[in-house]
């Protein structure tokens, strides 16, 4: 029992990375041409970010003794699937993968909730934390829902309505305040 | 009992932690993509993740307090210790900690207690010095966007070969005068029947036999076998070592050696220790829990304390009391300690070989050609035959060789000469 609520984090994951892979992806016959290698690229980088985790002897999940080093071919793969963002490139790849399809600006804000849950969620499971330790960030995560929702409804202007000069230019200015955050601290 | 190590204050480098990467890749990435395809809703898709960034300035600690501490400095083969850590001087955030454990050393998840010490269980696999390993302590800020790692070398634990099972002694036909608990032939005030004689005054009036002075008309008395210690001297061959580690002659020579040692002091006998490695080192023959302790840690540990072997000349007088029994823990590979066993057996002492060579020189694994396969063929036979001349000349000395693989204790291995006395034919 208490094996299964220290896996339960890895479960989240797994499940969080599938569902969002198969979310942009859907429907394939609306995709444009070259959705498949990226849904390849997307399955590909989900499932090492899930054998990295599981690999992880630190993260949720990982009970008993682990040995030092000597562990050969193990421990070459373990450093081979930390050596790359994984989780990043899922990311990417996702974010291409919806790209890749016409304009749904509610499927693509409900792909936005899923990939923050499924980072929140590795991070959890990577640092064998419980939910509680995301508490402060809550109001955060709502106020940038509540803007997600709003840009749903910019996206139903009309596109090249008067509003959509000025949200190029609020995109721009976000982007290099995201790029500033991203300075090391 | 635990005793704290020092504190220590380690300089913490921050940086961005994994959940920030993967945030900012995500915000970057949406709001690319909302400036080149003009989509909004990426840009609403990117909200949630720059938002989550913005507050990351939190107090950060420069430097933190480490003070580790060791539950056991000295544990058996396979027993679990554990190390204690406590981190102080950062509040606001969390605190992991992560064992990178060294060689021969399993390291299992750190587990925070109530106390403010982070619990680290480890499991020691083979004997000796071994360094446990390496503590990784990662920081993170309460936004958990920043994250510091540090490095904190562990101590070294002393890990004991586990002792191999030993219930039935060898015991020499003649033994000391000292008290101790094994049953000598001459008859004394131990509890062991020896027979029955006729009364004598002044014997004691609780020791008459009745059904045997019915019997015979006359007082009878019974005997009893007086109670003896043995002096018992170890010596251990690990100057060379072969076979797989863990498992090596090195390995078996420790446990076995380990396992005399416990059995016989746990016997009340005098016991002493010959350990013949990179440097002969002994400890002459004492009893009690404070000599096991010694014999523990001189098998455990090379000190590197001893005469070296290129200036020793013979075994130790000092270590060889008159009278007692050696036994040989060795895989024989040191024809030093071969000439030594047959001086030992020329000064009358009783000894006996248990041979724990286990493995096979790895000869010709790597040829191709027939005939230099051939030749690997015959150089093994031809060791192989050496092996067997030298156990073959140490019997005929009178030295028994009896052959341990590990497997099993050593009772079925000294059946033979457990059962009966070991007489000394000098």
Request: glycine residues 12%.
């Amino acid at each position: 029992m208490r094996g299964y609520a220290r896996a339960r984090p890895a479960f989240a994951v797994i499940a969080l990375v599938a569902g969002t892979v198969l979310w942009a992806a859907l429907p394939t016959s609306a995709a444009r041409p070259g959705s498949r290698p990226v849904l390849i690229v997307a399955s590909l980088c989900g499932a090492l970010t899930v054998a990295r985790l599981l690999t992880d002897p630190s993260a949720a999940g990982a009970g008993g003794l682990r040995a030092g080093p000597g562990g050969g071919f193990g421990r070459g793969l373990r450093a081979g699937l930390r050596a790359l963002p994984w989780a990043e490139g899922t990311t990417v790849a996702v974010l291409g993968l919806e790209v890749l399809h016409p304009s749904r600006p509610w499927h693509t804000v409900v792909l936005g909730v899923a990939l923050i849950g499924f980072l929140l969620a590795l991070h959890l499971a990577e640092t064998d934390a419980g939910p509680a330790v995301l508490r402060p960030q809550l109001p955060l995560l709502a106020a940038g829902l509540g803007l997600g929702v709003l840009s749903v409804g910019a996206a139903a202007l009309p596109a090249a309505g008067p509003g959509s000069g000025w949200l190029a230019v609020i995109a721009g200015a976000a982007a290099l305040l995201a790029a500033g955050l991203a300075l090391p601290v | 009992m635990l005793t704290a190590g020092p504190q220590r204050t380690v300089q913490v480098t921050w940086r961005l932690s994994g959940l920030a990467r993967s945030l900012v890749t995500l915000a970057l990435a949406a709001l690319t993509i909302a400036v080149i395809t003009r989509r909004t809703e990426f840009a609403g898709l990117a909200a949630p993740a720059l938002l989550v960034l913005i507050p990351r300035q939190s107090s950060r600690p420069g430097a933190v307090s480490v003070t580790v501490a060791e539950g056991a400095s000295r544990l058996t083969e396979g027993e679990q210790g554990t190390v204690l850590a406590r981190i102080a001087g950062h509040d606001q955030g969390t605190t992991r900690l992560r064992l990178h454990p060294a060689a021969w050393i399993l390291a299992g998840p750190a587990a925070p207690g109530a106390d403010g010490w982070h619990r680290l269980p480890f499991r020691a696999e083979r004997w000796g010095l071994r360094p446990i390993g390496t503590l990784e302590v990662i920081l993170n800020d309460r936004w958990r966007l920043a994250e510091g790692r540090l490095l904190v070398g562990l101590p070294q634990v002393t890990c004991l070969p586990q002792p191999t099972r030993l219930d039935s002694l060898v015991v020499l036909g003649k033994l000391s005068a000292r008290l101790g608990e094994h049953a000598a032939r001459s008859p004394g005030e131990g509890i062991e029947f020896a027979g029955i004689r006729e009364f004598v005054p002044g014997d004691r009036q609780r020791r008459i036999n009745w059904p045997a002075t019915t019997r015979r008309g006359t007082i009878q008395l019974n005997t009893f076998a007086a109670e003896r210690a043995q002096v018992t001297v170890i010596l251990l061959d690990i100057r060379f070592d072969v076979g797989p580690p863990g498992l090596s002659t090195a390995d078996l020579a420790v446990r076995a050696a380990a396992g005399l040692a416990a059995a016989y002091v746990a016997a009340r006998d005098r016991v002493g220790l010959i350990s013949f490695g990179r440097q002969l080192r002994w400890i002459s023959p004492a009893g009690g829990r404070r000599q096991a302790d010694r014999i523990m840690n001189m098998i455990a540990i090379d000190s590197g304390d001893g005469e070296p072997l290129a200036a020793v000349s013979r075994l130790p007088e000092a270590a060889l009391p008159p009278g007692a029994l050696i036994i040989v823990v060795s895989p024989l590979l040191s024809l030093r300690l071969v000439e030594s066993l047959r001086e030992l057996r020329e000064r009358g002492f009783a000894t006996i070989v248990i041979d724990v060579l286990c493995a096979e020189p790895d000869v010709g694994s790597g040829l191709i050609g027939s005939r230099d396969r051939a030749a690997a063929r015959l150089a093994r036979r031809l060791w192989r035959m050496e092996q067997d001349a030298i156990r073959f000349s140490l019997r005929e000395l009178g030295i028994p060789v009896v052959r341990w693989d590990g497997r099993s204790g050593l009772d079925e291995t000294l059946a033979p000469y457990t059962r009966r006395v070991l007489v000394n034919r000098a």
